[in-house]
């Protein structure tokens, strides 16, 4: 009843555990998949270790939570074992890269896939680091540019993590569709700070990070309407998912499985389970027989 599929990753069910969420270790994406993810994305990864920002790099505020974790990894000489643990959990993996360069990109990716994993996510969004992230993904020639010479290198599907901070994300979604990108994943964090306001400065180590939860859910959604109204490209939905409803919203609006970030630090990991269950009791309650029937139906 719950079987999707996005970019021809075949799935179970539609929740899939968003990229960072567990940090960059193979064992908790395997317990995320035993726990009944659909489908698991790594930590972004990129060519070379990085310490990342400094100290607070997640905090907790009102709206959701706010990070500026500043892609902290172990390169990705040292990933390889980490990957074949979490496809231990038997569900699809996919490699998210980074890069500072469109050669980086590259070459972060193809070792991915020499790694195993099952599709490649491109970080082209990532709000808190200069040179990498949103520098790629908010500009439609550079976005095409580092899709397209992905694309020529690897031979499993690409999906580009998009960010809504750029002005015209549909010509983004174009730019990714004309490079022949396999899919999207729409949203990343939307950039964000907080202020202590005794002290008078910004909390996060890094000042500026990006803001998660339910608060950019509607922002989540309207991107996934736009891109799936405006192109052909499968979308997994992401941001602020942390019930069934919200995931049958994202698929009402055109998703074809959406990703679970901070929802698994409110529910617990088994948020999976929780939100495949709910997702099926409105399908009982609603006569929907298959996913098909409620994916895009907002679409009109
Ligand atoms: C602590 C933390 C680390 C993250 N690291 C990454 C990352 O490495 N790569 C990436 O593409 N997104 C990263 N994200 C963004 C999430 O994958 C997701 O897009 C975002 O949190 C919105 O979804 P949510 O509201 O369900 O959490 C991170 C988010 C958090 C909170």
């Known amino acids: 009843m719950l079987e999707t599929e996005i970019c021809g990753l075949k799935l179970d069910n539609p929740t899939v555990l968003a990229s960072g969420i567990l940090g960059n270790v193979g064992s908790s994406l395997r ?3 035993r726990q009944g993810a659909g489908a698991l994305v790594t930590k972004s990864i ?64 193809a070792t991915m896939e020499d790694y195993g994993v099952d599709a490649i996510e491109l970080n082209l969004s990532c709000p808190n680091v200069g040179k990498a992230g949103a520098f790629f993904g908010t500009g439609e020639e550079l976005t095409y540019e580092v899709v397209k010479a992905v694309k020529d290198s690897v031979s499993v599907p690409v999906i580009a993590k998009l960010t809504a901070n750029t002005g015209d994300l549909v010509a983004i979604a174009k730019a990714c569709e004309r490079a022949e990108c396999d899919g999207v994943t729409a949203i990343n964090t939307l950039k964000a700070m907080k202020i202590d306001i005794k002290a008078g400065m910004p909390i996060l180590g890094h000042k500026i990070g ?10 989540g959604v309207a991107s996934v309407y736009e891109i799936v109204k405006e192109t052909d490209l499968p979308v997994m939905g992401c941001g602020g998912v942390t019930t069934g409803e ?28 929780k939100v495949s269950r709910e997702i099926e009791e409105f399908m009982v309650e609603n006569n929907y027989k298959s996913l098909k029937e409620i994916i895009g139906v907002a679409q009109g």
Do not use: W
């Open 246 to 273: 919200d995931a049958i919203e994202y698929l009402m609006a055109g998703a074809s499985a959406v990703q679970i970030g901070v929802g698994v630090a409110d529910r617990g990991i088994s948020i999976f389970k």
């Open 210 to 219: 990006g803001l998660s939860g339910p608060s950019i859910k509607p922002v």
């Open 31 to 33: 317990r995320c998949a």
């Open 46 to 109: 990129g060519k070379h270790e990085r310490q990342g920002h400094k100290n607070p790099t997640v905090i907790r505020v009102k709206e959701g939570y706010l990070n500026a974790v500043g892609l902290a990894n172990q390169g990705i000489a040292e990933f390889g074992c980490e990957v074949a643990t979490a496809k231990e959990g038997g569900v699809p993996v996919i490699g998210s890269v980074f890069g500072f360069s469109v050669r980086e990109f590259v070459s972060v990716a």
